[in-house]
């Protein structure tokens, strides 16, 4: 039998209790995630939005007046929106990407393996950062271009929504192509075969109207060349597809992917093994 002064000595241990959905956790290694790039700022959001002020910068210098009206739209006009989409699209993929990659390579992965989050909780964070990363590079690619180039708004909430889900999307190619690379010229095989050819093939700089009929027909089958249309659509009013078809296109695609995220993540492919 325990003794009075035993029981006194003996500690108590509170029990966390965590619940369905670890909170916690989730905002913890989101907050990290966004930490990770916040603290390179001048790399993770500097730099691309340079990058897309001098690609503006060109083609106004390069063209001008020279090139006609796109739909009814200057082409400046024209080229903004799918110019701040392609930064969205790049930024986002990067962050997840880069972020599963670099915790394979330096073997710290287990940092966020072992802590009680489940494989649902560990897609949200990493996306929801990615997902930031690619909002805020698009963001304060706006802000600068305006003063510049007055832009306007026609469809607001069709453009946040298309901007939203291309942040989440490339948030999930990225997270999956992170899990998939095993050393960082993979992820590079999937940026310039996979990534750079949907994006450019997308009509980033150009009306998909002006493509052959063939080339026509497989953008439909491009989610690139939704998010820009739909995005260009939230800026100018003007698309060259139909809105509705993009909508339900981008959100079946996304569907998809978060469930193939889901379970890469919960199998432990690559990450556990």
Sequence with gaps: MQTDTQQTIAPEFP??????????GLWTLYVKEVRRFAKVGFQTILAPVISTLLFLLVFTLAFGDLRPAINGIAFTQFLVPGLVMMAILNNSFANSSSSLIVSKVQGNAVDFLMPPLSAAELAIAFIAGAATRGIVVGTVGVLCIFPFMPLTLAHPFVAM???????????MVGLMAGIYAQRFDHLSAVQ???????????????????????FQHLSAF???????????YGFTGV?????????IFVGAINLVLALASYAMLRSGWRLKT
């Design 161 to 171: 929504f298309y901007g939203l889900n291309a942040a989440m999307m490339m948030g």
């Design 192 to 214: 310039n075969f996979v990534l750079l050819p949907l994006t450019f093939l997308s009509g980033t700089f150009y009306s998909v109207k002006i493509l052959p009929p063939v």
């Design 222 to 232: 491009n989610p690139f060349f939704y998010l820009i249309d739909g995005f260009r």
């Design 15 to 24: 029990v966390r209790r965590i619940g369905i959905i670890n909170g916690l």
């Design 239 to 247: 698309a060259d597809g139909s809105i509705i078809r993009g909508v």
